[in-house]
């Protein structure tokens, strides 16, 4: 915490330090369908008007970046660009001493924004804190075990390498030469076969912009397999041993609470028969997933601002960055399995959402790839499963669900629930199309 923080929001803490005489830039991007004259606030309700007007007359620069389009394009894609796209990345840049007396600068690179709603703690609870913990979204807690803050600061060399999913119109002075480009350590979109898009060969879905068609190459080589009836399992001789969930699986978070005698209780009650009215009778919720992250065989992770989708890696809709990173002292090596800080933060989340109440069986956890490993946590998962949707309220011990699918030995998927929807909400397993959002919005 820092002192004097307490009970200050993270607005007045930046108007304090700017009095103080530190130089406070803040960057937000502007939603251009809020109009605060309107009373609108925006489609993304980002606050950026607001935002704006809070720093007025303080020593703070706040200023409003909108999402411009690329100049080769029309008039209409201007529009849409301007009106549908936002820059997305989430960067803190600060100044800090080293200890020769010298300055540094220290960046943090997320999936956290400074707002409303973003705070929560690694215990995820749902209704017990609403009078005192979410009050402030600044406060921030040293956890025993769910986090990486113990010990000394190690000095061990990383190697790190910064993404940005970018266009020109999004920087000034991005190269237009390709070879300049390439001097920079900049790679263009094109180049970047990331595995997710080829919605234009869905007819209803046309206008999503998903023109990657190397996903649908995969998957119609697939369907062509599965109409041959080729079936990988049984030809490596592992019919009725083997099913697709040894292989791949999802996941979710959520949490149920039991009622606590004196717990807070929020003057306003939600209508009956709405999904909030049903959340807190039944005293369960999922967990809102905001961060971007991936881990990769303990060795390397990337941690940044984007979505696995079109809209974040394109380049040409919202702007993200990311940072890619590993330890090269501890990556894996047939006698030696990866121990660095990259499988401490693996072990860290997977303590935070179901190893806390499975510590003897921590030795399996150790090695995620095995089979074992991945049958005890889809085992863990089920169990949590059903203490969520149970009819006896329950204090959950663990937070991984699973996505509420089942899939049989053949592959072949079914929604769990028996209604298609998530527990107390109207909101369908299998997703749908917004009625109000074009596709290129969500895809």
């Given at each position: ?29 502007k939603d251009r369908t809020s109009v605060s004259l309107l009373g609108n606030a925006g489609l993304m309700k980002t606050h950026d008007e607001e935002t704006c007007k809070f720093f007025e007359g303080s020593k703070v620069k706040c200023f ?30 600060l100044d800090a001493p080293m200890s020769n007396g010298a300055c540094r600068i220290v960046s943090f690179v997320g999936g956290i924004d400074l707002t409303d709603g973003r705070y929560d703690d690694e215990n995820h609870t749902l209704f ?158 999922l967990i809102y997933v905001h961060s971007k992250l991936m881990i990769v065989d303990d060795e390397y992770v990337i941690i940044g601002s984007a979505n696995l989708n079109q809209r974040s890696l394109a380049g040409d809709r919202d702007t ?124």
């Amino acid at each position: 915490m820092i002192p004097g923080a307490e009970g200050v929001t993270i607005g007045e803490l930046l108007k304090k330090k700017a009095e103080e005489g530190v130089t406070v830039l803040v960057m937000i991007w502007k939603d251009r369908t809020s109009v605060s004259l309107l009373g609108n606030a925006g489609l993304m309700k980002t606050h950026d008007e607001e935002t704006c007007k809070f720093f007025e007359g303080s020593k703070v620069k706040c200023f409003l970046c909108p999402r411009n389009a690329d100049r080769s394009l029309t008039a209409v894609q201007h529009v849409e660009v301007g009106m549908e796209f936002t820059h997305h990345q989430k960067i803190v840049c600060l100044d800090a001493p080293m200890s020769n007396g010298a300055c540094r600068i220290v960046s943090f690179v997320g999936g956290i924004d400074l707002t409303d709603g973003r705070y929560d703690d690694e215990n995820h609870t749902l209704f017990r804190n609403l009078d005192t913990t979410y009050l402030y979204d600044f406060q921030q807690h040293n956890f025993p075990h769910a986090d990486l803050r113990h010990g000394d600061v190690t000095h061990e060399s990383w190697n790190v390498q910064v993404f940005r999913s970018i266009d020109d119109a999004s920087v000034v002075g991005f190269p237009s030469d390709p070879s300049e480009a390439a001097k920079l350590g900049l790679m263009s979109a094109k180049d970047n076969q990331y595995f997710f898009g080829s919605c234009s060969s869905w007819r209803q879905d046309q206008d999503s912009g998903c023109l990657n068609l190397i996903p649908i190459e995969i998957a119609l080589k697939i369907a062509s397999k599965i109409r041959r009836g080729e079936r990988a399992i049984e030809e490596a001789g592992l019919g009725g041993k083997a099913h697709p969930c040894d292989y791949l699986n999802f996941f979710c978070l959520g949490n149920r609470e039991v009622r606590y005698p004196g717990e807070y209780i929020p003057p306003e009650r939600p209508e009956p028969g709405s999904d909030y009215w049903r959340a807190q009778v039944n005293r369960r919720f999922l967990i809102y997933v905001h961060s971007k992250l991936m881990i990769v065989d303990d060795e390397y992770v990337i941690i940044g601002s984007a979505n696995l989708n079109q809209r974040s890696l394109a380049g040409d809709r919202d702007t993200e960055i990311a940072h890619g990173a590993y330890q090269p002292a501890h990556l894996n090596r047939p006698d030696e399995p990866a121990r660095g800080l990259i499988y401490g933060y693996r072990m860290s989340l997977w303590y935070e959402h179901f190893m806390s109440h499975h510590k003897h069986l921590s030795h399996v956890f150790f090695e995620p790839e095995s089979l074992k490993c991945v049958r005890t946590v889809k085992r863990i998962a089920e169990d949590l499963w059903q203490k969520f949707v149970g009819d006896e309220v329950v204090n959950l011990p663990g937070h991984l669900l699973p996505f509420p699918i089942q899939v049989s030995e053949a592959g072949e998927l079914s929604e769990l629930p028996v209604d298609g929807f998530f527990p107390d909400t109207k909101a369908p397993v299998k997703g749908e199309k917004s009625e109000i959002l074009p596709p290129i919005l969500t895809t």
